[in-house]
């Protein structure tokens, strides 16, 4: 193993102040290889992974990357646009979310090269079939901050990203028309209306679209705009011809257009409506380079972000290399030895997918827009506003790995959510979009981000304001909360029929949520997670009630559910049961009730106590985890069975934990990463929903996991790779593993700080101070380590249970 220290920084006002806190680490690989070497971004753009190729920086407002189509304009391929099998590409836009679910999101501002006339309106070319080019991936380089492609067309394309810009190359082949399209209004789900303008003479294009509408196909209340980006492009070569276009009008030399697709009946773009500029080149004059930048505030910001980071003369080299480096600082808070090139490769990329999002959403002056539409300014204590928070997801397990790995990233991120509450009358919104909130999935997932932000690490921001906040949101309903504008998937309250929540305690199948049970189990840990923040700021009354309140699932476990055992189940308003099968999703979110039985992460003990037992509920996780044949049952073995590739899952893995078998989650965690995740374009088992899943992946490979949401004691199973260094500001962790390796996941021994350690699980002040960790690892299970029921992590019942 060999080490060596990072020393490129990438210097802009806003961009440094964000890298500042990715801290200059050591990068230790194979050889003199660096972390981003080891990153295959093309991981995930197949087998519903929704991930993108295409250049961004470690938290980037700007995400250049292909647009595929499957042959309809007005459906993207991908909910990321890029999809690996889809061999057409129509655009290269400026912005992305990676793995995220519906339709699509942002994909904002196409650039599409051409070797053809344009003769007819683009908007009208509603099969992909003239403004659009084949490509091979055998014609495809796709690198940390570098991608690259030759089209079918002859047109070769190279991306290069900064924090809030971007540049591009394009290489028109000899003897054929060569046009650029910028499609202003063509942002994947639509747009509201879009503007641009051509001046000729200063070569650049500048203008608008006006967006939102994630998930607007499944509700009403989602299909709207609620944020508009700005752009400006400085060409290096003169605009040999112009035109624009408006719906199915070709405007020839005209040099704006304005109007939007809209979003239809339906809430997909309207077929035939929108508009945009092409400019024409002359082939025989070379490349031609083309600099971005891009604001959510103005144009002006526009052009100043541009100005910071990619000043004219810049050459495209130096932007790969600056990202690369900028990489390379962030992945290299982790560094691991050992495991073959496709293990150390899906870890990488992995972590590469976490640290994608949230997203820088100021400029670098400090501005950015607020979800009251109007202009903010960033705290004194933010380096950064940060916007794409996918709170059902990333709850879980993300937030608690990049606030490990970067406090302060994490800090603003807290402080980020809190701002936007303020800007929007107090609600917090559970999954937000630039600077407007969807409402989409269920619960209140603000509350456990914050806690998971607090426990592990980010201070630095109004904890007192934020706890009052969530509080008053937890304790006084809203008209929204009682709306049943947007059900199921996007039900408009933070806490939706909060009023029977604090009446029936629970929320009946009857309500204004998605699905009632789901809901009691996501504001029970709410409320858990809650009164850890009641704690943290002293108010000790509120601590004790929330507690109580984190117990109210027990009221939806029904002991006689079935003959084989108790589950948890949706409940009737008068407080009868409804007719239940333990393979029905009814009153669940994207899973079965065999699936939601688990989801108690603060009080494991006590589900296993309702269940019968540890004994029957170890037969329930055995049963969960194979299917009648004996075979592991991860992913699509039907609803009786675990889904790993989706987040109700993702936890139970590490319950064999809490039952004194720990050797059992280090099979089925190694099993998972084994089978499930891969160095390939389908290695992602699911949505990587923003980094969720792929930050399960990282602490799954570190043989660690933050299991209760709101707290930072880590559950074990067992390391991947032989020597892992974390490096933390606030204290290094090192993991040893000798033996690892793939057919050696159980632990014989674990020793902490030098020291044996016979218990599954780590206190709070690993987490918070670091240290040494060292296993033993075998290839044959050790029933005694950690068998002793005495040494099992703890659960943290509702006061006076």
Not at 22 to 48: C, E, H, R, Y
Not at 389 to 412: A, C, E, N
Not at 483 to 506: A, F, I, T
Not at 671 to 688: E, F, M, R, S
Request: proline share 5%; glycine share 10%.
């Amino acid at each position: 193993m060999t080490t060596r220290k990072l020393t490129i920084l990438f210097k802009t006002v806003m961009t440094g102040a964000v890298l500042c806190a990715i801290t200059s680490v050591s990068a230790t690989a194979a050889g003199d290889a660096m972390p981003s070497d080891s990153v295959n971004p093309l991981i995930g753009s197949s087998n519903g992974g929704n991930t993108f190729p295409g250049v961004t920086m470690p938290f980037g407002m700007l995400q250049w990357s292909p647009e595929n189509t499957r042959g309809k304009h007005t459906h993207t391929a991908s909910p990321s646009g890029y999809l690996y099998e889809a061999g057409r590409i129509r655009g290269f836009s400026l912005t992305h979310l990676s793995g995220a679910g519906c339709a699509g999101a942002s994909g904002d501002i196409p650039f599409m090269p051409i070797t053809a006339a344009v003769g007819s309106s683009p908007s009208r070319d509603l099969q992909d079939k003239i403004y659009a080019s084949d490509f091979s991936h055998a014609d495809e380089q796709a690198r940390v901050g570098d991608y690259q492609v030759r089209l079918a067309n002859g047109v070769s394309v190279e991306l290069g990203a900064a924090m809030h810009s971007g540049m591009a190359r394009f290489t028109f082949p000899g003897g054929k028309p060569a046009n650029l399209l910028i499609r202003g209004s063509d942002s994947e789900v639509g747009s509201s209306d879009a503007t641009v303008q051509v001046d000729k003479s200063a070569r650049t294009v500048s203008g608008s679209v006006t967006s939102g509408n994630f998930c607007g196909y499944l509700a009403k209340a989602d299909q709207r705009s609620y944020y508009t980006l700005y752009y400006v492009a400085s060409f290096d070569a003169p605009f040999a011809q112009v035109g624009a276009w408006h719906d199915g009008t070709l405007q020839p030399g005209a040099t704006s257009a304005s109007g939007g697709t809209g979003y239809g009946d339906k809430g997909f773009p309207e077929s035939g409506k929108g508009s945009g500029v092409w400019l024409g080149f002359d082939p025989s004059k070379g490349p031609v380079q083309v600099r971005v930048g891009i604001s959510y505030v103005s144009l002006d910001n526009a052009r100043a972000n541009l100005a910071a980071e990619i000043s004219a003369g810049t050459d495209l080299a130096q932007v790969h290399e600056r990202a690369r480096a900028a990489w390379n600082k962030a992945l290299g808070h982790i560094a691991v030895d050992g495991g073959d090139a496709n293990q150390r490769t899906t870890f990488y990329t992995a972590l590469y997918h976490v640290l994608m999002h949230p997203n820088v959403f100021s400029d670098v002056n400090g501005e950015y827009r607020g979800f009251d539409q109007k202009t903010h300014r960033i705290e004194s204590n933010q380096d950064a506003q940060y916007a794409n928070f996918s709170g059902w997801d990333i709850y879980r397990s993300h937030l608690q790995l990049v606030t490990w790995l970067m406090p302060k990233v994490g800090s603003d991120i807290a402080q980020s959510l809190y701002n936007q509450a303020q800007q929007n009358d107090g609600e917090w919104d559970r999954w937000t979009h630039n600077s407007g909130g969807t409402h989409v999935m269920s619960g209140d997932p603000a509350v456990p981000a914050l806690a998971d932000i607090y426990a592990f690490g980010g201070r630095d921001f109004d904890l007192h304001g934020a706890y009052a906040s969530l509080l008053k949101a937890a304790t006084v309903p809203t008209a929204h909360d009682g709306s049943d504008d947007g059900c199921n998937v996007e039900c408009v309250g933070q806490r939706p029929s909060l009023d029977q929540w604090l009446k029936l305690h629970y929320i009946a199948k009857q309500s204004h949520a998605w699905a009632g049970a789901a809901e009691t189990l996501e504001d029970a840990t709410a409320d858990y997670a809650l009164s850890q923040l009641a704690a943290d700021v002293g108010d000790r009354s509120n601590e004790r009630q929330l507690l109580v309140r984190s117990g109210y699932w027990r009221n939806l476990f029904n002991p006689k559910a079935t003959a084989q055992g108790g589950y948890i189940q949706d409940r009737n308003v008068d407080g009868s049961w409804p007719a239940f099968s333990p393979a029905s999703d009814d009153g669940f979110v994207e899973g079965s009730a065999s699936v939601y039985v688990w989801m108690v992460p603060f009080d494991i003990h006590g589900l296993f106590q309702k269940m019968g037992g540890k004994s029957k509920a170890t037969d329930r996780l055995d049963r969960f985890f194979h299917d009648d044949t004996g075979h592991w049952a991860f992913t699509n073995a039907g609803p009786l069975h675990a889904e790993l590739n989706n987040e109700p899952s993702v936890a139970t893995p590490w319950l064999y934990d809490f039952v004194g078998q720990p050797f059992k989650a280090q099979q089925v965690v190694r099993a998972v990463v084994n089978t499930l995740w891969k160095n390939a374009p389908d290695g992602i088992p699911g949505n990587d929903d923003l980094g969720e899943m792929s930050s399960w992946y990282v602490w799954s490979s570190l043989g660690l996991y933050p299991e209760i949401p709101g707290r930072a004691e880590l559950v074990t199973g067992s390391p991947l790779f032989t020597h892992t260094v974390i490096h933390r500001a606030n204290g290094e962790v090192t993991i040893d593993a000798p033996n690892a390796a793939v057919d050696h996941p159980y632990v014989h021994a674990m020793w902490v700080n030098d020291q044996p350690h016979v218990s599954p699980w780590l206190q709070s002040n690993f987490a918070e101070h670091g240290g040494h960790l060292r296993f033993d690892l075998q290839s044959t299970a050790d029933t005694h380590w950690g068998s002793d029921g005495a040494n099992a992590p703890p659960s943290f019942p509702p006061a006076g249970s």
